[in-house]
């Protein structure tokens, strides 16, 4: 387990002081996938790095499985950081070194014998998928090559927790899903807890099971992935998830429009149910999609629907009554 309590960190330069975590306090459980998210200069990577004392706190206190690692020193701050793998968002691979001889530096590093190193890397290759690349140096890999070989050198000291600083910002979509898999089988597999920092929505949406949401230094908002994009309670947040959704109607459309035009937001079995249609039927009112989706976080439905509602005012009402009870929630975005 991994818990913040009042955690701040600050940096002196010349004269001015910057805070650039101030006064978080959460608690990430073992053996779980937390994403925290947050705009640039939110204070994601410095918080990160609080967990395996890269960064040194000047407020509060870090925790890792019920231990203060404030005031680690010598072999003790080793034995923290053994356990502890980092990846990047540019992999930080040695130029000069093999696939296997990046992997073997942190064994070495930590004592392992020749005959035990190379048992691991072996190991470590074929669990991250990519034996084959054993004697390649890192200019011949793909971009998921190098993330998978950075991975396997994280984990090589039998890491349980892994913290992944950008991990898929350098990568394009396809080979995304890849290393967030790969990610998944760590954490399902070896039972490693997996930290996520990044600003890619759809990556805690797709693998995390809870996240924090940064702004300026502070956690403003925290809880269960699906509640947080479903429901998000701070404003940050929803601007966040706004900016993510890409629902934007483009103004000729809609100076055409009469009627009301509603954002319709369903949750859980409604996301999948013919809700808009049974109340067209029973209210005999036109509508037309203008847009929408539907998605799963973690496992769970999650809509959102743009309609133009036709009618009489009456009528127009009527059907928002209906939607609001059974929809999550009806916003009117103009009304013609």
């Known amino acids: 387990m991994i818990e913040f309590r009042n955690t701040s960190v600050s940096f002196r330069q010349k004269k001015n002081t910057t805070e650039a975590v101030r006064d978080v306090s959460l608690t990430i459980e073992k053996g779980t996938i937390y994403g925290i998210v947050g705009g640039s200069g939110a204070g994601k990577s410095t918080l990160l790095r609080t967990i395996n004392r890269l960064q040194p706190v000047t407020g509060g206190d870090v925790l890792v499985n019920g231990e203060s690692i404030i005031g680690l020193k010598g072999s003790r701050l080793r034995e923290l950081r053994k356990n502890i793998g980092m990846i990047f968002?540019?992999?930080?691979?040695?130029?000069?070194?093999?696939?296997?001889?990046?992997?073997?530096?942190?064994?070495?590093?930590?004592?392992?014998?020749?005959?035990?190193?190379?048992?691991?890397?072996?190991?470590?290759?074929?669990?991250?998928?990519?034996?084959?690349?054993?004697?390649?140096?890192?200019?011949?890999?793909?971009?998921?090559q190098k993330q998978r070989v950075a991975i396997a050198r994280?984990?090589?000291?039998?890491?349980?927790?892994?913290?992944?600083?950008?991990?898929?910002?350098?990568?394009?979509?396809?080979t995304t899903l890849s290393v967030l898999e790969l990610l998944r089988k760590i954490n399902r597999e070896l039972g490693v807890t997996v930290v996520i920092i990044t600003h890619e929505l759809d990556v805690v949406k797709s693998i995390c099971?809870?996240?924090?949401?940064?702004?300026?230094?502070?956690?403003?908002?925290?809880?269960?992935?699906?509640?947080?994009?479903?429901?998000?309670?701070?404003?940050?947040?929803?601007?966040l998830i706004k900016r993510t959704q890409n629902f934007e109607i483009p103004e000729g459309i809609l100076s055409e429009i009469s009627g009301d035009v509603l954002k319709i937001t369903y949750r859980?079995?409604?996301?999948?149910?013919?809700?808009?249609?049974?109340?067209?039927?029973?209210?005999?009112?036109?509508?037309?999609?203008?847009?929408?989706?539907?998605e799963y976080i973690n496992g769970i439905p999650l809509g959102i629907l743009y309609v133009n509602i036709l009618g009489s005012s009456e009528l127009r009402e009527t059907v928002r009554e209906k939607l609001r009870e059974k929809t999550s929630e009806v916003e009117v975005l103009y009304n013609v």
């Open 209 to 239: 099971s809870r996240v924090a949401v940064m702004e300026n230094g502070r956690v403003v908002e925290e809880g269960d992935v699906y509640d947080v994009f479903s429901s998000p309670k701070s404003e940050f947040t929803r601007l």
């Open 154 to 174: 994280a984990l090589a000291n039998n890491a349980d927790i892994l913290l992944c600083d950008e991990p898929t910002s350098a990568l394009d979509a396809e």
């Open 89 to 144: 968002q540019h992999f930080n691979l040695a130029s000069n070194k093999t696939v296997f001889q990046n992997i073997a530096f942190m064994l070495e590093t930590f004592g392992w014998s020749r005959a035990d190193t190379e048992n691991r890397v072996t190991e470590l290759l074929r669990f991250v998928n990519i034996p084959e690349k054993r004697d390649e140096y890192p200019s011949a890999l793909s971009g998921g």
């Open 268 to 294: 859980g079995e409604s996301a999948v149910g013919p809700v808009l249609s049974d109340i067209a039927r029973e209210t005999g009112a036109d509508y037309n999609i203008l847009h929408g989706k539907i």
